[in-house]
């Protein structure tokens, strides 16, 4: 078989010792589970714009579309902060990064692992087991709709413009991802707007609720607000299976979903293209926290997010479920064993480094 | 001096029942404070649709502009959700109300009562005691904005559009309102937008950060992208003090602040406008709650949010501070005295109707 392509973004903060681990098990599938991986690397963010000057620059962002697979750490961080240009911005080059390789469909799951239950704000018999499965549309909306910008109007005001916007088949392709996997999951999905207050929203509800009639009659849908929801997520979690928003409420909805988890440094996320001609999609994979620059470089970072999106990577991108499945179990038996990264420390556990956690999951392997 | 002039806006659902409370209280007042309130009703919402095939009519709006404040119950329920008409539903009549009233500054504390600490989904001790004031921009945003709609763009495609605007006045007259706050808090603001993505975040932060040094640099001032925001509400909500946000995030946070405390049930809220030559401002008041229209009529809800926004009212728009105190003193003795209605019920508890609760607080009172 062809080998594997990946390319990695360690990115700023955290990013490059988180992947470092990666790297690690990268190693040990190649030695041990015959895999080739050819591993390229390059610099997005900060670590970009310290290089380049700009946060993705053209060879890079050729590489990304050319491999099978991204794998990002992390960007950002308050070296870079100040400037008031966007396209100097870290995040830049994670955003062009979804946009350019038609990254629509991000997969956030907000998952309780059962040895981190009691480290949740939320009391653990509301939470325990919770498994919900998050697609947040990554490419439309008001991340980039146009106009936008700010303008002088005189007077001393300045008037900040951005358009949220979404088209029929920008709704119906990420509802179809948000179905298909409910199909394999609890066949139930929530789709969340603000159809009461904006016309976008409504568009998105009616068109979710088209496809629905049209293809997927057997999955349950609800609609729900996403204040509600947001309420909804607090109240009664395990109600949810899938859910399926917009950009914007996605990545509030699904930072305050992994927050309740008590699992933030243990959540990967996957963001996907469209199938091609042969079924293959473009994605990228990286962990749901941020670039922590408070920690960073102190080897105290907890790697298990990025493992897992490297997890996900083996399932969606290289079909290897199996594989993914003895990484994901590797991971839940160090936890089990009382092996801790400083985030999730708690009272009786061995805390450990990022390479000594590392350590434990290759020997686990 | 002049008598006290009050618009009742019941509303829908569990509104007219929760109001009706409020007017014991205030026949109370009249009888035993000597208040004399000039207490006027109308219709909105879908109560008003159904009158007047309109959720706001012509001369309940100058009613509403002629008091000095306006009770607001709830509007909204499943009899008015489909029309597509954005005119058409109960939610145009509040959105009506806030614009041409002009209540910019949405003040919703989310407050845990010590009797409730335990309704939250939320341990005990990341909750208790929290008191947090929200303060929601209200007339400006997405909610707004123009260019919006629906429009066919050929091929079976529809394209929704909203637009986000903010300009300086705006958000200087919303922050000013958060500092003031704070002053007689904890002297402390936290700012919500997505700066990093949204260029209308950008301008709300560079004008916050302006108006913080120039008038209220003894606030301490932070901050805070409203995905991290939604996160460290729930890592650790006693961080904050007042937070002030546009109207979408807004909506999101102060409802995920709300079902946080546990005490929904129990939460009011105030809207303001700018104050007038001789310091008045226009106002309304509602409880945070909904209109629960599946336990609508049935004597079951909790009448203590709408009460406590009637306090509110008593403070903000009357300047009674010491007999909002009395309405909240006695509502916190009726808990700590056991009785619950469903909403807040809790084993060893009183369960009581809507009206039962209104008798225990009047005899409190
Ligand atoms: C870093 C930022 C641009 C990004 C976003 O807002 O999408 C992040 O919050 C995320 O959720 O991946
Ligand atoms: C009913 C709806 C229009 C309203 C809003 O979105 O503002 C409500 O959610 C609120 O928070 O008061």
Same mark, same amino acid.
């Given at each position: 078989p062809a080998n594997k392509k990946l390319l990695f973004l360690p990115g700023d903060g955290i990013g490059p010792e988180v992947m470092r681990q990666v790297r690690r098990v990268i190693d040990w599938m190649d030695r041990k589970r015959g895999m080739t991986f050819d591993v390229s690397e390059g610099l997005v963010g900060g670590a970009a714009i310290d290089a380049y000057g700009v946060p993705l620059n053209d060879a890079t962002l050729a590489e990304a579309l050319a491999v099978d697979a991204v794998m990002l750490g992390a960007v950002g961080g308050p070296k870079w %902060?100040?400037?008031?240009?966007?396209?100097? $911005?870290?995040?830049?080059?994670?955003?062009?990064?979804?946009?350019?390789?038609?990254? *629509?469909?991000?997969?956030?799951?907000?998952?309780?692992?059962?040895?981190?239950?009691? #480290? /949740?704000?939320?009391?653990?018999?509301?939470?325990?087991?919770?498994?919900?499965?998050?697609? $947040? &549309?990554?490419?439309?909306?008001?991340?980039?709709?146009?106009?936008?910008?700010?303008?002088?109007?005189?007077?001393?005001?300045? $008037?900040?413009?951005?358009?949220?916007?979404?088209?029929? /088949?920008?709704? $119906?392709?990420? #509802?179809?991802?948000? *179905?298909?996997?409910?199909?394999?999951?609890?066949?139930?999905?929530? /789709?969340?707007?603000? #159809?009461?207050?904006?016309?976008?929203?409504?568009?998105?509800?009616?068109?979710?609720?088209?496809?629905? @009639? &049209?293809?997927?009659?057997?999955?349950?849908? &609800?609609?729900?607000?996403?204040?509600?929801?947001?309420? @909804?997520?607090?109240?009664?979690?395990?109600?949810?299976?899938?859910?399926?928003?917009?950009?914007? *409420?996605? %990545?509030?909805?699904?930072?305050? #979903? /992994?927050m309740m988890t008590g699992s933030l440094g243990m959540l990967p996320s996957a963001s996907l293209g469209a199938p091609d001609a042969d079924g293959k999609r473009k994605a990228m994979y990286e962990p749901v926290h941020g670039s922590a620059p408070d920690i960073a470089g102190r080897d105290l970072a907890n790697p298990c997010a990025t493992l897992l999106s490297f997890a996900m990577a083996l399932r969606y991108s290289f079909d290897l479920d199996e594989d993914a499945k003895l990484i994901e179990k590797a991971i839940q038996n160090v936890l089990g064993g009382g092996m801790r990264t400083a985030d999730i420390m708690a009272p009786g556990m061995a805390r450990c480094s990022t390479t000594v956690m590392g350590d434990s999951i290759l020997r686990e392997l």
């Open positions: %902060d100040n400037p008031t240009d966007y396209t100097k $911005r870290p995040e830049a080059g994670l955003l062009a990064l979804r946009k350019e390789l038609g990254l *629509f469909a991000n997969l956030r799951p907000a998952v309780v692992f059962d040895a981190l239950v009691d #480290a /949740s704000t939320l009391k653990a018999d509301v939470i325990r087991g919770l498994d919900i499965m998050i697609v $947040r &549309e990554l490419t439309g909306g008001v991340y980039f709709g146009e106009p936008r910008g700010i303008t002088d109007i005189g007077n001393g005001e300045r $008037r900040g413009v951005n358009t949220q916007v979404y088209t029929t /088949s920008e709704i $119906r392709r990420v #509802a179809r991802v948000a *179905f298909e996997l409910a199909r394999k999951r609890n066949n139930k999905v929530h /789709s969340m707007e603000k #159809a009461n207050v904006m016309e976008s929203g409504l568009l998105w509800r009616q068109e979710v609720t088209k496809l629905h @009639q &049209e293809e997927y009659s057997d999955v349950t849908l &609800e609609h729900m607000y996403a204040d509600n929801g947001a309420m @909804q997520l607090l109240k009664n979690p395990k109600q949810f299976d899938v859910i399926v928003t917009d950009n914007l *409420f996605g %990545d509030i909805l699904s930072d305050e #979903a /992994s």
